[in-house]
């Protein structure tokens, strides 16, 4: 049985692991033989068009996606100003333990579209001011 009837044959039947000879590769088959075969055997990868379509495909599905993810960093904005304030507070904690003295932490709400020097000042949205106060008298003693 020649090379090319054997890819023939084989073509017919179901699939089934190949045999010690059909495994030796004998060299490349002529250009008659190539004819002979389906466009099936010829063909079985991915042409270059085939994988450019996916991947523009695969581009505009994470385009589409990508809107999802800015509402995870939103959550983030939350966090950084926790923080910062945890931290203010235990910069107040340390400072009165090492110099045994009292501190207040005070938090004011400061509306940002008014200027600072409008009086009186309307509590709005948009920042929160923090202040640490320290003093060597507790509030009883300022009494």
Partial sequence: ???????QHRACRPWRAPSIEERLCLGPATRGELRKLSRAERFNAFTLVELLIVVGIIGVLLVLIAPAFTSIKSGGDVTSPAYTIKGALDTARTYAKANNTYTWVGFKEVDVSQDA???PQISGTGRVAIA??????SM????
């Fill in 140 to 143: 009883d003693q300022l009494q």
């Fill in 132 to 137: 640490i106060v320290a003093s060597n008298k």
């Fill in 1 to 7: 049985m020649t090379r090319v009837e054997s890819i």
């Fill in 117 to 119: 020097s409008v009086s």
